[in-house]
C-alpha cells in the first residue's frame, strides 16, 4: 500500500494541518511517511501546499509528480494538480468553495460541504478536519480512533477545550462519505 496525496488551499484553511495529522497517524499505526510542506510568503489567504506519502514500504523520497488523491480545498488547487492524479486515483473537493467539477472521467470526485459542516458543528475554523473525516472514511488507510487521537494531542494544554469540537466535525466529515 502506498498513498501519496496533495493537499492544497489558500493558507489559513488548514490544509497543512491535514497532512500533518495524517503523518502522525501514520507513523502512530507503524507506517513510513513523509510529509513536504510548501507555502508562499503569505501566512493567510496566499497558497499552501503539502505532500503527503503513507506507505507500508520504505519512501525513497518525498516528492512525486502523480499522487494517488488530491484534496483540492479551493478552486486553483482544483485546477492546478488535478491533471496529475493517478488514472483511477480519488479527488477530494471542499464543495463550499470549490464551484468546479473534477472535470476527467477517469477520476473520483468525493464533494465534501466544509464549510457548511464545520459552521453547523459551531465553528468555521474546523472546516479542515471535516475534509480529514472525509478522506480518512474514504480511503480507510488509518483508523479513526488513531486519528481522534492525534486531534487530542495536537489539542492539549490550554487549547483542550477545542477536542470535542474537532472531533465532532472530524466525525461528521466521516459521516458524509459512509
Known amino acids: 500500500m ?16 491535514i497532512g500533518k495529522n495524517l503523518v502522525e497517524a501514520g507513523m502512530a499505526e507503524g507506517l513510513f511517511v513523509t510529509w513536504a510542506p510548501s507555502y508562499g510568503p503569505e501566512m493567510r489567504g496566499g497558497t499552501a501546499n503539502c505532500s503527503v506519502v503513507l506507505s507500508d514500504k520504505p519512501v525513497g523520497s518525498p516528492v512525486f509528480n502523480h499522487p494517488t488523491e488530491l484534496i483540492a480545498l479551493n478552486e486553483p488547487s482544483l485546477e492546478k494538480f488535478e491533471a496529475g492524479v493517478l488514472p483511477g486515483g480519488v479527488v477530494f473537493i471542499n464543495s463550499d468553495v470549490v464551484t468546479d467539477k473534477v ?26 478536519m471535516v475534509m480529514l473525516g472525509a478522506y480518512v472514511a474514504q480511503t480507510k488507510v488509518l483508523k479513526p480512533e488513531t486519528i481522534e487521537h492525534m486531534i487530542e494531542e495536537m489539542f492539549a494544554g490550554p487549547k483542550a477545550k477545542f ?14 462519505v459512509e
Do not use: H, T, W
Not at 502506498?2 to 494541518?17: P, R, T, V
Not at 472535470?103 to 479542515?128: F, Q
Open 103 to 128: 472535470s476527467r472521467e477517469d477520476l473520483k470526485a468525493i464533494y465534501v460541504p466544509c464549510s457548511k459542516i464545520a459552521e453547523e458543528v459551531g465553528n468555521p475554523k474546523v472546516g479542515n
Open 2 to 17: 502506498k498513498k501519496e496525496i496533495i493537499i492544497s488551499g489558500f493558507g489559513g484553511q488548514g490544509g497543512l494541518a
Open 163 to 176: 477536542i470535542p469540537l474537532n472531533i465532532e466535525a472530524f466525525r461528521r466529515g466521516m459521516a458524509c
